[in-house]
């Protein structure tokens, strides 16, 4: 028996509710994990012994409540669409396969990869239109640069219809996208980490990295953190081919990543 958004009478069920409930929890308590785990072992570690690689530096407890406040309501919105995105699988609406032989195993990579691309297109044009007008600006972004410095408590902390804004586009993905649940799962651990990363404020990817073919199109501290000191560039959300070919990558980028990487 699955369960069903709303009873015979059209009220919403107790099971809708209790399922928003534990993962509205699940989220939240993996944004408090990983993001504590990631200042401990990666930010404290690193600022006593490659200075150079710290980007943003600690700021005042008052701002970390505020984003960890914000990471707690956009936390309900994501549970929520986690039970619409469960209730839409099991009820058949979604391209989501548990059968690893349902397509070839090659396309497991190829579905993620694809499921990225698609988002990353969508957030990056979102992200430009939410810097476009000033009112839509200072209804739905100004809660996330309210942040200038960022640590990992800045990695979920938006305005609840962005989060929402945000997460609408995962349910639509995997409508047209056929994907196995544990790609889903996959995927959504890696956009946690690439936001906890991009928002850290500590470069963590070798000098290396800009010269290979693949890595050098992930984003990272030091680029995202351009983008909530100049608000006009930077607009990517894993990957920085759009800011590249749309012009909107930052100049100061090759200068910051050559002082954060450079061996100390
Ligand atoms: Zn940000
Ligand atoms: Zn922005």
Known sequence: ???????????????????????????????????GLYQKLIYDRLSKVLSNRIISPKYPRDQQIREIMWSGIGSIIFGLMGVVMIMGWQKGYT???????????????????VGMVLHETYYY??????????GIYKLIHKVHHDSVSTSVWTSFSFHPLESL????????IIM????????????????TLSAIINHAGVEIFPKAW?????????????H??????RFTKNFG????????????????FDQRWNKATAKA
């Open 1 to 35: 028996m699955y369960p069903e958004f709303l009873n015979k009478d059209y009220t919403v069920s107790t099971e809708f509710i209790y399922l928003a409930i534990v993962l509205a929890v699940f989220v939240f308590g993996r944004y408090l994990i990983l993001s």
């Open 95 to 113: 391209q989501i396969y548990s059968d690893f032989s349902t397509y070839p195993l090659w396309y497991l990579p190829i579905s993620l990869v």
């Open 125 to 134: 044009w979102l992200h430009r239109w939410m810097h476009h007008s000033r």
């Open 165 to 172: 804004l945000q997460a609408i586009i995962i349910p639509v």
């Open 176 to 191: 047209i996208i056929p994907m196995h649940w544990v790609v889903l799962l996959v995927w959504l651990i890696l956009m």
């Open 210 to 222: 800009r010269d290979n073919a693949v890595m050098k199109w992930l984003i990272g501290s030091t």
């Open 224 to 229: 995202h953190d351009i983008h909530h000191r």
């Open 237 to 252: 959300l894993y990957f920085t081919f759009w800011d590249i070919w749309m012009g909107t990558e930052s100049h100061e």
